[in-house]
Structure formats: structure tokens, C-alpha cells
């Protein structure tokens, strides 16, 4: 019989979740993890959707997942591999197409190809970028400082957070001020000429937000993007093996490894509190679990407004998180493929199959896709970054056969009229066509597909409203705002409740690190 | 007029060389990375199939009535111990106990072995077979040789050999026909990995490179150069000779020579076999008394390295590759040892060094510093003495 008394609970088994379970079941603590769906991973999943085809369902790449969790938990032991994904290939509407490698010299001649200037800029580009990454990434690695308390403990954190600015000079710091504010197109335009480049560099500041490339803004996306290429050489954008389910998988072993059950199945209703301090959970299936912390990786309106009774928060954070915004905007086409692609700009090579294809021949064309949204419609010629898994991974589909991921923007959660499968299959034939004028041969080579809406997302991960990094990573809702202001620490105004998933410090992508402080502060909170 | 030698597989392995790395091995040119980022051709070993160029190792046929007894004699197992269709891994030392050269003994058939090695050994065998029963040849050049390593090298094997290899355990060999081409294969490699190393005729080179090419292409083959190779082996915590240790033969002076319980090949020394072999006593005596020194895994602590570059306002600057250089080893500010190869890995996200400590500082948990520099500047990381192998994984053996 399971005893329903532990240190700790974990609500959610996504990255987060796990992270949290695994560093706490480390420390020692009887660790539950209560996962609502059959299976781990929340939104880093692999399926089999098609029998023999591994489709890694909604994220796809990884960069920003911490060194230092990696090494802690052991998660090579547990199988994570990741595998270098070693190029961007960017087809144009002319025919032609540009690219970038992982090699200096022959992206240098690519862009010089297009643009002996823009060959010039991209290097200055790229240090400048590494520069105010490294500048402003410490605060990835450390609590949220809030710059209105005046507590000694935060100020230390303003001060470190300073001390790095203070590398940068003084050009620099305007270069960094501006970039808090700026669209991402301003601030691409400022160096580069060629469309296809200055399209395919600012898709990385739209990634999960509902804005285009010519919203104010966006800039910072951009960079906050850019944090996981600059330690050392070795952190570029990688696949993991076994898609990104295959992450979930490692750290759910290594929590198992130290001690940590599992629940599948296991959907939270209510989070139990007595005196102000949450004690326990109560299950959907009327189950009532235990603890002395209880610790939620679901997203903040979920882990506010629905798990809790509004009477214990405060009505300056319920206020914040009904205004947090976590509209989605993306959607998700993963296909199983009889044959690869063939670009017409690039007949006879699969080489560059092996790294991210994206379709963004301009700043207008991301633009445009984005009018769309705005008026409740989903782009009728969307942004689409593709990877093909069994180029990198050849486990992840039958032999000679391949899957084939596409990211898409823009869809809109609250589309007019709401989804439905008429709406959900025209979206699906959008993106298509939008492959099929630089691939012709891709309709040919679908075996089938699968295609998710953020209503989807939604409903599978359970992220409310669908936003990929549960809320946009927009500097308002970033670093001591996140999710609220006087609500970034993970603490929440109930004593023994806390926000570990992506909507805490420091947002989403598969980082690991808000589990992981979430964790280190319960244990710090003496659970 | 003699030059360096090409390989048999040069026609191939020339054309798909791409930023003309190529690297000497033995008197032979072999590629040292295929791609300008050697990234591909790591995980290849690790995650898929890694085809790798190891001709250039040096070969000998052993045959005759006595041809256990010679390798019983010259090496530290018990060769006769050894069943057909078996390898070992072993090295061979001097009178002095301290080692020669290492390599694999493959035992053929009941009088016939196959033994590697990593630099000439004829002369030293042939000396040491005076009044036995035995014919050595050395193979190098007319016997080719490929290591086929990674999670699907079987997979790929099995598509194109006579016999499946499902069979084949750790360090076994067998007769195969791949592709129609008459091979041996064993199951060995200088990975740590699931692989194969596969021997052939010279003149059969291409078409058995061709027809794991093409068998492989589904399964993520990739050729891969001896840069990547040399990670993977760190990882693995294998050392290799010249860059690990020094031959006693070509030592200039005594602190150069290692023994093998001084390279942590305790359990390659049967000190229990019957009878006489070379290096018996010394190597009794070092058993007996315990090492001065060990070679053991030593891993960075990777924040603390962070801390050193973060000082002067820089990330960590290591190289992607192996690092075949003597840096210092320190427990406070006495040295006590070096490290002779370190490799980031990818795998693993840590900064690995294979070292040399003395005793006691080589007891796995020691604390130590590790000499790097910063920016021109000596620093010392923060590092621990850990277990080898840094990586293995479970399909190794299995
Ligand atoms: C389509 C898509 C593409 C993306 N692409 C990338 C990418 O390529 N790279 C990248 O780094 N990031 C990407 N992201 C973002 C990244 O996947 C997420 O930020 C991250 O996975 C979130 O992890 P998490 O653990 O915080 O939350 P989640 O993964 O959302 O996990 C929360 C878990 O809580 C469970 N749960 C919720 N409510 C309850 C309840 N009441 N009871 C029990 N369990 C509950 C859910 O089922 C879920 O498993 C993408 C996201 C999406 C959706």
C-alpha cells in the first residue's frame, strides 16, 4: 500500500516537475510527482503517433537546459544525449536560398554571397550579442532580484546583475537599454541588408509571443534566445535523442533513481491548506495526498486561480496572473515522411536536412503572418521552422523513412469563430503549401501527420491558453515580474506552496532551472 | 623511394575529408576529421554508427606449437587460459615490470594469434621466442582494418554479414563474410562504446567500405576521423601510448616508465598464471609493496573553472577536443602529478583529464587542482579524482 504522507508533492511531471522531484528526492525527501496524463514530459514529449514514427510533439529543439542540472542529476547516465544540429537553412522566394553553418569561414562566404556587407556584420553581430548575453545571463542562474525591496539579500543581487553590466561598455550598455525596448526588426535593421537573413533572425523574437517582428519589444526575445549559445562553444541549439521526450524520460529515471514516485494518471483538484500553509492535495479522484510542501510546474493560472481558493491570495496577484498573458500563438505540424523534401533551391544535398529549416524569406513576410493573428485568423502563409529528426536521430523513424518537425506561427488561441477540425485540417494544409512552394515533392512523401493547435496544446499539456513558455517571455513578465511583481521567488502567500514550472524566473524553454530553484528554496524553507 | 604510406581505404576516405585534416599515425597518413566541426563525428560513436580508418595499427600473425607459450611469455595474462575465438586486451613489459607497448591477442585457432600493437614489436617477440616453436609475421600492411563503433554498428553488421552478429560477445572474434569479402570481426574498439572492429585483406578494402556505407546510411553511418576518436577513448578512460605513457623502451630516464598497475591495468596482470613471464618479479614486488603512482579519471569542477575565466570577465575557453599536453597536478601547492590527455565532453557536460597521481593523492574523492590557463595567466581548477571509465554505457557488454 502507498502511504499518503511525504515531504514533498510535485503537481505536473514536465520538466519542471521533474527537476524539482529529482533534486528534493537528492536531498534526501519522500517526493511524489502527481502527473494528471498517462505519461511524463508535459510539453517536452515523444510519441509514436504513427506506428514506427517518433514524433517529438510539441518542443523540439534545446539549448537552454542547465549544464549544471545535467551534471548534478547524472543525466547521461539515464540516456540524454544531445546531438548537434548543425545548420539553418533558410529557402527564398527567388530560387535561391541562404544558410548558416557550424562553421565560421563558410557561413562568412554564404552571407558574403548575398551581402559582402552583411558577411562583415554578422561577426560584429554575433559578439555583440554574446557580450550582453554574458552580461545579463547571471540573473538566469540566480533568484530574481527585486529592485523594490531593499532587503540586503536582493540588493547583493542587483549589485551581481551590475557587476557583470559593468564588462560592457558604455556603447554597449545604450546597445543594451535599446534592446530592452526595441522591435526586434529595428533592431536587426540597424545591421543587416539581406531579407531572408533579417527574416530568419528575428523569427527567434516572436518565438511563443503574440507579437510580430515589428512590435516593440521583441528585441530582448531575441536575446534572451541567444543565453543558451554562449558558454563556451559547446551550447548551441541541439536535438535531443529520442526527440524532447527523450529529456523528460532521463530526468524521470534519475528522479526514480534517487527515490522519487511517480504518479501517472493523478489529476490535482484542490491544493489543501490549513492555518494559511498548504499540507497536502486533493486528487480528482477524491484521493487526498499529503505533505509538508507542496510545489506546482503547472502553469500560473492553473497553480493560481484553479488549484487554490481565491480567499488565501491577495487581489493584487490574482489580478496579475488573470493578466498575465498566455494567449497562444503557435501550432504544431509533426509528419511522417516516406521520403525527405527536395528544396528546389538546393536539389541534390540532404546536408542541410540535418539542420533547422526555416521558412521566413522576410521581416514583412513574419509580419504579415502576424496581421492575421491580430484579426483572429491563423496565417494563411505562417512562419514555419522545420527540423527532420531521423536526419539527426535515425531511431526516430523506420529505416529510409522519415518525421519531420514544423513549429508554426501564427495561430491564434482565440481564433474567430473558436477551432474545429475544419479549421484545425486548413491549418494543416496552410502550413503544406507553405512547404510545398520551396519543397514541391512534400506532398507526395506525407504518410500521415499530426496537427496541433495552441487549442491542442491546450488540452494535452494542459498549459492554459496554449502559450508554449506558460506566459510570454516579454521583459514585463520577466526576471522580478514573473509571474507577478512581489510573486517572483517561487514562494507564494501560502506558506509551503510554489511555483516551479516555466511561468516562474526564469520562464520557459526546457531550462530546468525554476524546478531546480523551487526545489533549493522548499529545502532552504526547511521542508 | 619509401614515403608515408596511404591507407587502402585512402581513395574513400581522401574524397569525403573535407577541411584536409589529416594526421600521422604510424607511418601513415590517416584523416583526422572529416567535417570542419568535428561535433557529428563524436556523437556518431556515441549515438549511431562512427566508421573509423584503424589500419595503421601494427600486426602480427603468431603461429606454431608454441605460440601460447611465447605470448604466455611476453605478455602479463594467461594466454593459456584463452579459448578459441577469444580476445584479450593486455600489455608487456620489460624485466623491469614496467610496460613496452599495449594491444589486443586475438587467438585464431589453437596455435594461431593475432596481436595489435601501437608501435614495432617484431623484434622484441622474436627475442623472446628464441628455442620456441613459433613463426611471427607482421600483417600491418596487407591486413586492413576498420572499427565500426556506436549503439547501431551491429545493426549495420547484421545487414550485411554471413552471420548474424548477435551472438558475438565482448572481446570475441569470428570468421564472417561481409558483403562476400572474407573478414574477421571482434567485437573491440578503442570506444567504450557498443563496436566492432573488422579485419580484412588489404585489397578487399574498398568493397568492404562500401558495403557498410551503403548498409549504414539508414542507420546514421558517418566516417570519423581519429580527432573525434580521441574523446570518445578519453571517456572511455582508455590511454594511449606516447601521449599516456612512454614505452620503457624509449624512456630517457627511469620517472618515465610506468608500470602496468602504475596505468591501472591491475586486472590485466595475472600474477597467478603459471610459470615464467616477463617482468614476473618486479611486477610481485610492486604488488607487494603498492604504487607510487596510478593513472586514475580526474573531473574539473566546472563551476569552479567557470569562476577562474569569469575573474578576468570571460566564459570558459576549453577546446572542443582532446587535449594532449602535461598539466600540472596540485593538492595544495605541492604538485603531485599531471594529467597527460583532457577532453571536454559533450556527453557528459564536464571538462574529463586522464592524470597521473602519486600516493596517496590518487584514492578516488582526493581533492585536487588542476593547472590551466586563463587568459596567459596560471590558475588552478577546483577537481576530484573520480572512477574510469568517465562513460559506459550499458550496451557496452551487452
Ligand atoms: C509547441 C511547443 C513547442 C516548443 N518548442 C520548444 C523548443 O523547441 N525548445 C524549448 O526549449 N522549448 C520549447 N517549448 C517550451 C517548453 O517546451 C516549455 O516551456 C517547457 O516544456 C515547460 O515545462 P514545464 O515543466 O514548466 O511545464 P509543462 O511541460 O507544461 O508541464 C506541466 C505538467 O503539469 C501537468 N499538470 C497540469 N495541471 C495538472 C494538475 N492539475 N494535476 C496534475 N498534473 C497537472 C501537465 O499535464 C504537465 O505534464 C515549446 C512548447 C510548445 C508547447
Known amino acids: 500500500m502507498t502511504n499518503n504522507n511525504y515531504d514533498a508533492i510535485i503537481i505536473g511531471g514536465g520538466h519542471n516537475g521533474l527537476v524539482a522531484a529529482a533534486y528534493l528526492a537528492r536531498a534526501g525527501k519522500k517526493v511524489v510527482v502527481l502527473e494528471r496524463r498517462h505519461m511524463v514530459g508535459g510539453a517536452t514529449i515523444t510519441e509514436e503517433i504513427i ?91 540566480m533568484l530574481p532580484p527585486d529592485p523594490t525591496s531593499l532587503s540586503p539579500k536582493d540588493l547583493m543581487g542587483l549589485l551581481k546583475l551590475g557587476q557583470f553590466a559593468s564588462t560592457l561598455t558604455e556603447k554597449e550598455l545604450y546597445g543594451l537599454s535599446k534592446i530592452m525596448t526595441q522591435s526586434a526588426a529595428d533592431m536587426l535593421e540597424e545591421w543587416f541588408e539581406t531579407d531572408a537573413l533579417l527574416g530568419t533572425k528575428s523569427a527567434s523574437g516572436i518565438i511563443g509571443t503574440f507579437l510580430g517582428p515589428r512590435s516593440p519589444s521583441t528585441a530582448y526575445v531575441l536575446l534572451h534566445h541567444y543565453m543558451g549559445e554562449i558558454d563556451g562553444a559547446f551550447r548551441a541549439w541541439g536535438f535531443a535523442k529520442g526527440g524532447t521526450g527523450g529529456i523528460a524520460e532521463s530526468i524521470a529515471s534519475s528522479a526514480r533513481a534517487f527515490g522519487a514516485e511517480i504518479r501517472l494518471n493523478a489529476t490535482v483538484k484542490q491544493v489543501i491548506v490549513k492555518g494559511g500553509r498548504a499540507v497536502g492535495v486533493a486528487l480528482e479522484n477524491g484521493d487526498e495526498i499529503y505533505a509538508k ?113 514544423c513549429f508554426v506561427q501564427y495561430a491564434p488561441y482565440d481564433i474567430e469563430g473558436g477551432w474545429d477540425d475544419t479549421k484545425r485540417e486548413a491549418f494543416g494544409e496552410a502550413v503544406i503549401s507553405t512547404i510545398e512552394r520551396y519543397a514541391p515533392n512534400i506532398r507526395r512523401a506525407i504518410i500521415g501527420k499530426q496537427v496541433l493547435t495552441p487549442l491542442d496544446i491546450e488540452s494535452i499539456s494542459g498549459i492554459t491558453g496554449g502559450n508554449i513558455f506558460h506566459g510570454e517571455l516579454l521583459l514585463h513578465q520577466l526576471f522580478f515580474m514573473r509571474p507577478a511583481t512581489k510573486w517572483s521567488g517561487f514562494r507564494t502567500p501560502i506558506k509551503g506552496y510554489y511555483l516551479a514550472g516555466s511561468g516562474a524566473h526564469p520562464g520557459g524553454g526546457i531550462m530546468g532551472s525554476p524546478g531546480k530553484f523551487a526545489a533549493e528554496l522548499a529545502l532552504k524553507d526547511g521542508i | 623511394m619509401e614515403k608515408l604510406r596511404y591507407t587502402p581505404f585512402h581513395e574513400r576516405t581522401s574524397a569525403l575529408c573535407q577541411p584536409q585534416n589529416w594526421r600521422r599515425w604510424a607511418g601513415y597518413f590517416v584523416v583526422g576529421s572529416y567535417e570542419l566541426t568535428i561535433d557529428r563525428e563524436y556523437w556518431a560513436i556515441r549515438n549511431a554508427a562512427a566508421l573509423i ?7 602480427y600473425m603468431i603461429k606454431g606449437k608454441d605460440a601460447a607459450n611465447l605470448l604466455h611469455r611476453v605478455t602479463t595474462r594467461d594466454i593459456h587460459k584463452m579459448s578459441v575465438g577469444q580476445v584479450y586486451y593486455t600489455g608487456w613489459c620489460d624485466d623491469e615490470g614496467k610496460l613496452i607497448d599495449d594491444g589486443t591477442v586475438a587467438r585464431m585457432d589453437e596455435t594461431t594469434f593475432r596481436l595489435t600493437a601501437a608501435e614495432p614489436n617484431i623484434r622484441w617477440l622474436m627475442m623472446n621466442a628464441v628455442g620456441l616453436d613459433v613463426e611471427i609475421s607482421e600483417v600491418s600492411d596487407s591486413v586492413a582494418s576498420l572499427s565500426l563503433q556506436g549503439p547501431n554498428s551491429r545493426v549495420v553488421l547484421n545487414r550485411v554479414c554471413e552471420s548474424d552478429l548477435d551472438g558475438l560477445k565482448y572481446f570475441r572474434l569470428i570468421k564472417n563474410k561481409l558483403g562476400g569479402v572474407e573478414v574477421t570481426i571482434s567485437r573491440t574498439g578503442y570506444t567504450g562504446d557498443l563496436g566492432y572492429e573488422i579485419w580484412m585483406d588489404a585489397k578487399d578494402a574498398i568493397k568492404v567500405w562500401d558495403v557498410l556505407m ?27 601510448l606516447d601521449v599516456d605513457y612512454t614505452s620503457s623502451g624509449h624512456a630517457w630516464i627511469e620517472s618515465q616508465k610506468s608500470s602496468p598497475f602504475e596505468l591501472g591495468l591491475d586486472w590485466t596482470v595475472a600474477l597467478d598464471k603459471p610459470g615464467y613471464f616477463v617482468g614476473r618479479k618486479a611486477l610481485e614486488k610492486e604488488k ?17 573553472m567557470e569562476q577562474l575565466y569569469a575573474e578576468v570577465g570571460l566564459p570558459p575557453q576549453i577546446p572542443g577536443t582532446a587535449i594532449r599536453a602535461s598539466m600540472p597536478i596540485l593538492v595544495g601547492n605541492v604538485q603531485v602529478g599531471y594529467a597527460s590527455t583532457a577532453s571536454w565532453s559533450p556527453l557528459l557536460k564536464k571538462y574529463i583529464a586522464l592524470a597521473h597521481l602519486q600516493k596517496p593523492y590518487y584514492e578516488l574523492g582526493t581533492d585536487v587542482r588542476m593547472e590551466i590557463t586563463v587568459e596567459h595567466q596560471r590558475k588552478h581548477a577546483p577537481a576530484k579524482v573520480v572512477k574510469l571509465p568517465f562513460y559506459e554505457p550499458e550496451w557496452k557488454k551487452k
Open chain 2, 288 to 304: 607487494h609493496e603498492g604504487s607510487a603512482w596510478k593513472m586514475v579519471g580526474i573531473e574539473i569542477d566546472w563551476v569552479g
Open chain 1, 293 to 405: 510542501a507542496v510545489l506546482s510546474s503547472a502553469d500560473p493560472f492553473v497553480t493560481f486561480l484553479k488549484l487554490v481558493d481565491q480567499k488565501y491570495l491577495p487581489d493584487d496577484l490574482t489580478h496579475s496572473i488573470k493578466k498575465f498573458r498566455t494567449r497562444g500563438s503557435s501550432g504544431k505540424v509533426n509528419i511522417a515522411l516516406s521520403e525527405l523534401p527536395k528544396f528546389t533551391a538546393l536539389p541534390d544535398s540532404n546536408v542541410l536536412h540535418r539542420g533547422a529549416v526555416s521558412i521566413s524569406p522576410s521581416i514583412d513576410y513574419i509580419e504579415r503572418a502576424y496581421d492575421d493573428a491580430k484579426y483572429g485568423r491563423f496565417a494563411k502563409e505562417p512562419y514555419v521552422d522545420m527540423i527532420f529528426p531521423s536526419m539527426i536521430d535515425p531511431d526516430m523513424a523506420p529505416p529510409g523513412k522519415h518525421v519531420m518537425s
Open chain 2, 53 to 59: 580508418d584503424v589500419t595503421p595499427l601494427m600486426k
Open chain 1, 51 to 141: 506506428p514506427g514514427f517518433k514524433f517529438t510533439e510539441f518542443s523540439y529543439v534545446v539549448s537552454l537546459l542547465r549544464p549544471e542540472i545535467i551534471r548534478d542529476l547524472k543525466l547521461p547516465q539515464h540516456g540524454l544525449k544531445i546531438l548537434p544540429l548543425p545548420s539553418t537553412f533558410t529557402p527564398m522566394d527567388n530560387g535561391d536560398y541562404i544558410a548558416g553553418w557550424d562553421d565560421h569561414d563558410t557561413t562568412r562566404r554564404e552571407i558574403y554571397r548575398h551581402s559582402p556587407k552583411d558577411a562583415e556584420a554578422y561577426d560584429e553581430y554575433g559578439r555583440r550579442m554574446a557580450r550582453l548575453a554574458k552580461a545579463i545571463k547571471p540573473i538566469l542562474g
Open chain 2, 214 to 240: 551503403e548498409a549504414g546510411q539508414d542507420y546514421g553511418i558517418t566516417p570519423v576521423g581519429i580527432l573525434a576518436l580521441d574523446m570518445a577513448r578519453v571517456e572511455a578512460g582508455l590511454f594511449m
